[in-house]
């Protein structure tokens, strides 16, 4: 994967996480800038940073019983996990 692919994959997902409760997606709106402007060798630092972001997300709803959400929540992170894995950002 180019270096161009994965950024434009990794923003698309933050970009589609932003769906999300209004409190995270400020926090990934964020993100998703850092993610389009940072050079490549910040990107596995900030596909941290997201998965850490949806991780308090899928906390949040849980806790506050919305199931659907964390439904939702913990789909988008199992498939941002598994893409920077793949993509070489996490080990």
């Given at each position: ?21 209004c ?20 990107l ?35 498939s ?12």
């Open positions: 994967m180019t270096q161009q692919y994965i950024r434009g994959e990794l923003s698309l997902r933050l970009g589609g996480l932003c769906e999300g409760r409190c995270f997606k400020v926090l990934l709106l964020a993100l998703r800038h850092q993610v389009e402007t940072a050079p490549p060798g910040a596995p630092e900030l596909a941290v940073k997201a998965l850490d972001v949806v991780d308090a997300a899928c906390w949040s709803s849980l806790t506050s019983g919305d199931l659907a959400t964390f439904d939702w929540e913990c789909r988008e992170m199992a941002l996990h598994e893409f920077a894995v793949c993509a070489g950002l996490l080990p």
